[in-house]
């Protein structure tokens, strides 16, 4: 590596900060640089790569498709220098507490998936869990914790989003109820014949669920708790939606019953403590966890 290697990595810094406040002006402000400085950046990378990354109009400054395209390859980067970091200390030194905000939306997406790992890495840390519910709300409260994960975008400058991660759902079952009651072999079926447990504030983010569970013949149960209603389905009682993920914890996935999904997941904390060792090492940790559902 060497001096230009590490300004193309300076300019795909830049890049990244313009394109999140659609803005130089941000940018510069945000890296304490002048705009003449960040251009020249931009312009050297442009020159080095053989093609524009960005285009400027009265309303800002926009990733062309290809400057987009080498932003999604320049994560890579961010993702070994993310583990370089994690690596410096020593794990079972980094210690403190950690309060944690989960929407109720995501929280079945993890249900303390890999905390057993993540505690042999890291004793010494406290993680405060908090699940809220969000619907309704155009703002995130965030004052109270260290990272959220949410589907609201914060609008304080004061917060980062980390990575985001759409998250897919289906059909799930118990396997003990698809052999006493079968398988729903459609959504009318499902509506006429069988039990369906409902799954508070879905309606918000699953396409017809609101309907769905008004039509049912039987929707004895409701719940807005995510691990309730992990529970009882995992117990047999009746047919719910569920994260993808669960495809790995021994339940029945109804793939061909249709379910769309519309909710992205938003790993957000503080700018200004995003790398404090104990709040950078719960961050690797759901990050990691997003990525895989």
Known sequence: MNIKDINLLQALCYLKIIEKYA????????????IDTLNKYIDNLEQELGYKVLSSNVRGSFLTPRGQELLKKSAVIENILDDIKSNVEDKKEISGEVRVSISSIAASAFLSKDLVSFYEQYPQIKLLHFIRNEDGQKNLPFSDVDIAISPILPTDSDLVVIC????????????????????????????????????????????????????????????????????????GLGVGIMPLRFKQEGMFYLEHLPCLSNVSLHLITHQGSKDIPKNRAVLNYYKDLLQEL
């Open 164 to 235: 985001s991660k759409k998250i897919e759902f289906g059909f799930f079952a118990a396997p003990q109820y698809i052999s006493k009651y079968g398988c729903p072999q459609n959504l009318e079926e499902l509506i006429e014949k069988h039990t369906i447990i409902n799954k508070i504030g879905y309606e918000k983010y699953i396409e017809g669920w609101k309907n769905l569970i008004k039509r049912a013949k039987s929707n004895n149960f409701a719940t807005n708790v995510s691990y309730y209603m992990y529970e009882v389905l995992k117990n």
């Open 23 to 34: 803005g130089k002006k941000q940018a510069a402000q945000k890296f304490g640089v002048s």
